[in-house]
């Protein structure tokens, strides 16, 4: 067998491998070396991942040699292939940029372990959107979790406050995971597998007790990870209190691989065959719109930049959720178009805070005063990146709204269309209300006379100027992501009406 025969496992085996050997490493610069060489090796990986996908369609590789439904499987699907390509092309941006970042907030003392974390959390990432084993998409979200903790904690040597906010995330995250465990178990119970294709075949037709008992736990544990509204508590202060390289990864690919679980339940797992999950979907109508409103209407009136792009990053689940509760192939193409174009959004917008905390050493509105004058390439970044999250034409976030809009008038709704569609284009003005509060300090206020510009390192605007560039990119020619997902979307959707082979 070639190298290319084990391309659907070498992007999960290579951080996962590498992770120990980062940790050995002596402290300082080796560590950010050694791991952003291995980011660059998993992007390349993923990408003729997705390349081949792209020309062969869905791929299945037999871990050891067992043949599905008794050995491990990993399945790679066109949507798998581009959440892949998705988390391991923004760790190749974010490991660049965290050089100086972990310097200032963390130190090279621990340079080692957050080096190594960091790529567990990735191996964790990319094993929950490649296995097509239940148990295993547990297993995998447990290893990023786990690791995200220990992530989020070492943003106490800044702010102690991170230690409250990693705990949280623990205990909120491990009661997901024990709702997502328990419903696993009554599924195994029902069906004597654990295998998706396999659980999809046997749980056709089927609406019992325990079968739908086992999709509330599965919804509710997933729900959690993914930070879906009312579930959200642990996110706005794991994303404030972390270091600020962590919070633009996470921000960038943690809650699109929960969106991206959450779609593989609900369609190749459950699917339409199972009359209950309709009830979901109107949930998921619900659920969304309510995140939609409440998030950004909490973030309008923060005072701390960061955690009011915290409360912005549950906002944009809700249109996630909005494009997965139309339960339409135009639907869910929407929602994995806006799961690629938030990760960019979110990448820069939290990277232009990193950097602003890197030279004022604060997150607080009233010190991004004068940052048009002070870091223009900076702040030309967030506002281009905060242009796309209102959805304003010409960036990634409007491509994401025109989808979603034309999903909604094509859906067969329990509401009107228009009705949908007017509260999407209502809550895209509550993220002009935010993002102007900063615009507005950043180059409307004067800053004080006499202070010299700040400087940030190289490597933290190279990456930052690039992911702010794909916004631009996407905005001006969107047509090959909205294709890509369409043809995803597709997929999923076929799975759920037809079944489908190991």
């Known amino acids: 067998m070639s190298l290319l025969d084990h391309l659907p496992v070498l992007p999960v085996v290579v951080p996962l491998v590498a992770a120990p050997v980062c940790v050995l490493l002596p402290k300082g610069r080796a560590p950010w070396l050694f791991s952003t060489l291995i980011t660059w090796i998993c992007f390349a990986l993923s990408a003729a991942l997705l390349g081949v996908v792209l020309q062969e369609g ?5 871990l050891g040699g067992w043949a599905a439904p008794l050995g491990i499987v990993y399945r790679i699907d066109l949507a798998g292939a581009i959440v892949m390509a998705l988390v391991s092309g923004m760790a ?3 490991f ?4 100086s970042s972990v310097e200032y907030e963390i130190g090279n003392a621990q340079s080692s372990a957050f080096y190594g974390a960091f790529l567990i959390c990735m191996t964790g990432l990319l094993g929950v959107v490649a296995t097509g084993d239940a148990f295993n998409v547990f297993v995998f979200l447990e290893i990023s979790s ?3 903790y220990a992530l989020v904690a070492m943003g106490a040597k800044q702010d102690r406050r991170a230690l409250t906010a990693a705990f949280t995330y623990l205990v909120l995250g491990t009661i997901g995971a024990t709702f997502f465990v328990i419903g696993l178990g009554l599924l195994y119970q029902m069906t004597g597998t654990l295998n998706m294709l396999d659980l999809h075949e046997r749980l056709a037709g089927q609406d019992n007790k325990v079968v739908r008992a086992a999709f509330a736990f599965i919804v509710t544990g997933l729900g959690l990870k993914l930070a879906m509204f009312p579930l959200h508590r642990w996110l706005p202060d794991a994303y404030t209190f972390a270091p600020s390289a962590v919070t633009a990864f996470l921000a960038s690919t943690a809650t699109k691989v929960a969106v991206y679980a959450m779609l593989r339940f609900m369609f190749t797992v459950f699917g339409f065959s199972t009359p209950f999950t309709e009830v979901a979907f109107a949930f998921f109508l619900i659920l969304g719109l309510a995140g939609m409103f409440f998030a950004s209407f909490v973030a309008v009136f923060r005072d701390d930049v960061k955690q009011m792009l915290a409360f ?4 944009q689940i809700g249109y996630m959720l909005l494009g997965i509760s139309f339960a339409t192939e135009a639907g869910v193409a929407a929602a994995l178009t806006h799961v690629f174009n938030h990760a960019l959004m979110k990448a820069a917008l939290f990277m232009a805070v990193g950097a602003v905390f890197y030279a004022v050493g604060s997150h607080r509105l009233a010190d991004y005063r004068g940052m048009g004058r002070r870091m223009p390439f900076t702040a030309a970044c967030f ?3 905060g242009l796309s999250l209102v959805g304003v034409p010409l960036t990634a976030g409007f491509v994401s709204k025109f989808v979603l809009i034309r999903a909604a008038f094509d859906a067969t709704l329990v509401v009107p269309s228009l009705l949908i569609v007017l509260l999407i284009v209502a809550s895209s003005l509550l993220a002009v209300a935010y993002i102007g509060r900063v615009a507005y300090e950043m180059f409307l206020a004067d800053p004080e006379p006499d202070v010299p510009p700040l400087r940030v390192p190289m490597t933290m605007l190279v990456p930052m100027g690039l992911v702010t560039a794909a916004n631009v990119y996407v905005g001006l020619d969107g047509e090959a992501v ?3 997902a369409t043809r995803a979307a597709e997929s999923l959707l076929a799975l759920s009406f037809g079944g489908g082979a190991f």
């Not at 660049?96 to 050089?99: I, L, M, N, T």
């Open 96 to 99: 660049p940029y965290a050089r």
């Open 312 to 315: 912005s990053s549950v906002a």
């Open 383 to 385: 506002l281009i990146a």
């Open 146 to 148: 786990l690791s995200t």
């Open 58 to 62: 869905t791929l299945t590789y037999y």
């Open 92 to 94: 190749a941006l974010v």
């Open 482 to 484: 909205v294709s890509v």
